[in-house]
């Protein structure tokens, strides 16, 4: 299993970003794929899962405000985020089968 997270950055409150990772090694469209974070001192957050089925699960913290999809034909997971706050400020990871990609920094700071 390999997982390839990109597109964190630098964005000011209230931006958007758009994360994508590109999973490869084993059967992507039949496996669940989630996003998860870890702030800076803080333990692992699940953030969102979507199933081979396409249902979508978020975590109350950023419900309303990310939007998680895929791409079977492409192999890639992408977790939209809106009206990001600081304490959304996280290493973001890719993650399925109990494997975790090497993540992507989101900063959000003025």
Known sequence: VQLVESGGGLVQPGGSLRLSCVASGF???TSTM???RQA??????WVSAIY????????DSMKGRVTISRD????TVALQMDSLKPED????YCAT?????????V???S
């Open 72 to 75: 079977n034909a492409k192999n």
């Open 107 to 109: 900063t959000v700071s």
């Open 27 to 29: 059967t992507f469209s």
């Open 97 to 105: 089968r109990g494997t975790r990609g090497q993540g992507t920094q």
């Open 34 to 36: 989630s996003w998860a």
């Open 89 to 92: 400020t996280a290493v973001y």
């Open 40 to 45: 800076p001192g803080k333990g692992l957050e």
């Open 52 to 59: 081979s089925n396409g249902r979508t699960d978020y975590a």
